[in-house]
């Protein structure tokens, strides 16, 4: 076979390589999965990396999780990383900024919508990872910015993890100096939260015909 035949028949080939080593998992988030204020190693999506590898699954998981990230943000920047890493899941763990600073709960639910919409248009199964704000936003927003994370999930068939910080955020000892960000000490709880449902949508991928 000629050498540029055969480099053609390895780019047809390169989806089911990427398939049979498992799929690459992208994490789409924001400094709470972006290992903020602690060195990158100690953040949960490392950790994560270094389960998957410790159980042999072979799963490249790509962080592309930036401090202080959007719904927006994410948004934008998605349709650039599903054509790169091609992943077979991608966990959204994004709408904590847009809270903060007040957005438009329809505006932050549709984005999101956007995002799951995409991945499902390139293949790639989602997992929601769900945040709630402190109780001094106020009860009606902090309700409506949780129900949005079920209500996607339910509407489009996502995994869902209903809250990322569960156990962590209400232990002052397990969160920052700023009150809002896990300490490093706190990143395996955070993993621990995450991964019955990341570890089975994983499960579901590798049972497929």
């Known amino acids: 076979m000629r050498p540029i035949f055969r480099v053609l028949l390895c780019v047809l080939l390169l989806p089911s390589i990427a398939w049979a080593k498992g799929g690459t998992i992208v994490i789409l988030g924001d400094s709470l999965s972006a290992a903020h204020g602690m060195p990158a190693e100690s953040g949960w999506v490392s950790l994560l990396a270094r389960r998957l590898q410790d159980q042999g699954r072979d799963h490249p998981v790509v962080n592309a999780s930036i401090s202080g990230e959007t719904t927006a943000g994410g948004l934008a920047r998605l349709p650039g990383l599903l054509a790169t890493h091609r992943p077979s899941v991608l966990v959204i763990e994004l709408g904590?900024?847009?809270g903060l600073r007040g957005l438009a709960i329809a505006q932050i639910r549709d984005n999101l919508a956007a995002m799951i919409e995409l991945a499902d248009s390139a293949g790639a199964r989602v997992v929601l990872l769900g945040i709630e704000l402190p109780v001094n936003f106020g009860r009606r927003?902090?309700?409506?910015l949780r129900s949005i994370y079920s209500e996607l999930s339910q509407a489009h068939g996502t995994a869902l993890v209903p809250f990322l910080l569960e156990g962590v955020a209400l232990e002052p000892e397990l969160v920052q100096d700023d009150g809002l960000h896990p300490t490093a000490q706190a990143?395996?709880?955070l993993l621990d939260?995450?991964?019955?449902?990341?570890s089975g949508v994983l499960e579901d991928r590798a049972n497929l015909p």
């Open 96 to 98: 904590a900024n847009d």
């Open 141 to 144: 927003y902090r309700s409506g």
């Open 187 to 189: 990143q395996p709880r």
């Open 193 to 198: 939260t995450v991964w019955p449902v990341l």
